[in-house]
C-alpha cells in the first residue's frame, strides 16, 4: 500500500493536462528530494503526460546535469517530452528579488516561452483527439 501523500501526487499528476519542473541544480545533480519525487512518479502520473522543465542557474550553460537527469527520468517514465518546453535558464543572482521575483526581462522570455510551448503542445494534442 502506498502512502497517502504518494497516492495524491500521482492523482495530482494524472490529472494535470501536463507538467512544467523547474529546479536547480544542487553538487551536479537534481536535489535529492526532487529526485525522490521523480521516483515515486514511476509507474503511475508521468506516463504519455506532456512535460517541460526550466533548469535556472547563475551560470551561463549552467544546471546541464539536471536538465540531463530529468531528460533521462523522463524516458523512463515514458513521458512526452515537449523539446521547446525543456530550457535552461541563466538567472544572474542580481536578477532575482528579495520576493523571489525574477526581474530580467530576458529570463521572463525564456520562462514564458517554455510555458507556452507546453501550452500549445497540448492544445494540438486535443485537437487531434
Known amino acids: ?17 501536463a507538467v512544467l519542473f523547474s529546479t536547480p541544480e ?6 535529492g528530494s526532487f529526485k525522490n519525487l521523480l521516483d515515486w512518479s514511476v509507474g503511475d502520473g508521468l506516463h504519455g503526460k506532456p512535460v517541460g522543465w526550466v533548469n535556472a542557474s547563475a551560470h551561463a550553460g549552467g544546471a546541464e546535469h539536471a536538465y540531463a537527469m530529468l531528460r ?9 517530452v515537449v523539446e521547446a518546453a525543456c530550457v535552461r535558464a541563466h538567472v544572474r543572482r542580481d536578477a532575482v528579488g528579495a520576493d523571489g521575483t525574477v526581474s530580467d526581462p530576458a529570463v521572463r522570455e525564456v520562462i514564458a516561452a517554455a510555458l507556452r510551448a507546453l501550452v500549445e503542445h497540448v492544445r494540438q494534442l486535443r485537437a487531434q483527439a
Not at 544542487?26 to 536535489?31: F, Q, S
Open 26 to 31: 544542487y553538487a551536479g545533480a537534481l536535489p
Open 1 to 17: 500500500m502506498l502512502p497517502a501523500p504518494v497516492v495524491d501526487l500521482r492523482a495530482q499528476l494524472r490529472a494535470a493536462d
Open 72 to 80: 533521462t527520468i523522463m524516458g523512463y517514465v515514458n513521458a512526452d
